[in-house]
Nanobody, 123 residues
């Protein structure tokens, strides 16, 4: 089992920064992890991922160049540094772990999820 707990969300003005943290138990399931977000009325989407043990780093086009995903294995914590935040970044942010990519699929599937942390960006 993998338990994930997010923190660091909040309200910020456009152009500001936030750092999200995701503390996880059982590093054996943390080989493949990612950050997702879900805005009201929209589907949950993966915006950043540490796939293949971190050997492959993924960013969605909407956040590339502004967000940075990282992990501190000594603290069992994954981070998402978010800079130059925009109102369209407003969403519930989730971390997820124990991912794999089904044969023929372009996206990764995840087995474990945190409860999320809210990020609100005002203009």
């Amino acid at each position: 089992q993998l338990r994930l707990v997010e923190s660091g969300g909040g309200s910020v003005q456009g152009g500001g920064s936030l750092q999200l943290s995701c503390h996880y138990t059982n590093p054996g399931y943390a080989y493949c992890m990612g950050w997702f977000r879900q805005a009201p009325g929209k589907e949950r989407e993966e915006i950043a991922g540490l796939h293949d043990g971190g050997g492959s780093i993924y960013y969605d086009d909407s956040v590339r160049g502004r967000f940075t995903i990282s992990r501190d294995t000594t603290r069992n914590t994954m981070y998402l540094q978010m800079n130059d935040l925009r109102p369209e970044d407003t969403a519930m942010y989730y971390c997820a772990g124990d991912c794999w990519r089904p044969r023929g699929a372009t996206r990764y599937s995840y087995n474990f999820w945190g409860h999320g942390t809210q990020v609100t960006v005002s203009s």
